[in-house]
């Protein structure tokens, strides 16, 4: 089992770029989440799948944020424009529906530099 | 609305001494809950999880936690912590009627000095 795959590990861009993370979930796992880790606000649920369809976007900060997963192994988080104040470590994370009691598996994460 | 406090932004403790972390969360109504682990530059890992039963769970790399529901509380345990301990640690509560989502804690840093 390879894990939750998040791509790149690493992002350097400029303000009012666009910016797009990818994961790969767990085989199998029909939720994936997207959180946001900064300092300040510790760790942060920006939204969530349920089989590819989004329940909570809530914690999307702005229109700026868009997050899609088209297939079941697949999803994107993008950026656009981006600004200073995303940089952050985004972490992408899934889980299965039954037997895992909420417990979720997470990648190791793409470190966002916005200059 | 529902909270989790790690009070304890910080904890730093000698090698081979006891640890306790804490954790309070904000209703008593059914829950689920967990410790996670962050090394540098990583991602979370589980260390454990209260899902029913004995109120007292192990976990990976001598943890323990103990649920005590009418405090609330979901302390993490070691009882002689070692270098490689040196990580932030989080505490995640899921309530039984929040649609699958985890709310984190802060995080509490262990800081283990030789």
């Known amino acids: 089992d390879a894990g939750v795959i998040q791509s790149p590990r690493h992002e350097v861009t400029e303000m009012g770029q666009e910016v797009t993370l990818r994961c790969k979930p767990i085989?199998?796992?029909?939720?994936l989440f997207w959180y946001r880790q900064t300092m300040m606000r510790g760790l942060e649920l920006l939204i969530y799948?349920?089989?590819?369809?989004?329940?909570?976007d809530s914690g999307m900060p702005e229109d700026r944020f868009s997050a899609k997963m088209p297939n079941a192994s697949f999803s994107t988080l993008k950026i656009q424009p981006s600004e200073p104040r995303d940089s952050a470590v985004y972490f992408c994370?899934?889980?299965?529906?039954?037997?895992?009691?909420?417990?979720?598996?997470f990648g190791p994460g793409t470190r966002l530099t916005v200059l | 609305a529902q909270s989790v406090t790690q009070l304890d932004s910080q904890v730093p403790v000698f090698e081979e001494a006891p640890v306790e972390l804490r954790c309070n969360y904000s209703?008593?109504?059914?829950?689920?809950l967990f410790w996670y682990v962050q090394y540098p530059n990583q991602g979370l890992q589980l260390l454990l999880k209260?899902?029913?039963?004995?109120?007292l769970v192990k976990g990976i790399n001598g943890f323990e936690a103990e649920f005590n529901k009418s405090q609330t509380s979901f302390h993490l345990r070691k009882p002689s912590v070692h270098i490689s301990d040196t990580a932030e640690y989080f505490c995640?509560?899921?309530?039984?009627?929040?649609?699958?989502?985890?709310?984190f804690g802060s995080g509490t840093r262990l800081l283990v000095r030789p």
């Open positions: 994370a899934s889980r299965p529906t039954s037997g895992a009691y909420n417990e979720q598996f």
């Open positions: 085989s199998g796992h029909d939720y």
């Open positions: 799948f349920n089989n590819n369809v989004p329940i909570d």
């Open positions: 209703s008593s109504v059914s829950v689920y």
């Open positions: 209260y899902l029913s039963g004995s109120t």
């Open positions: 995640a509560v899921s309530w039984m009627d929040s649609s699958y989502k985890l709310i």
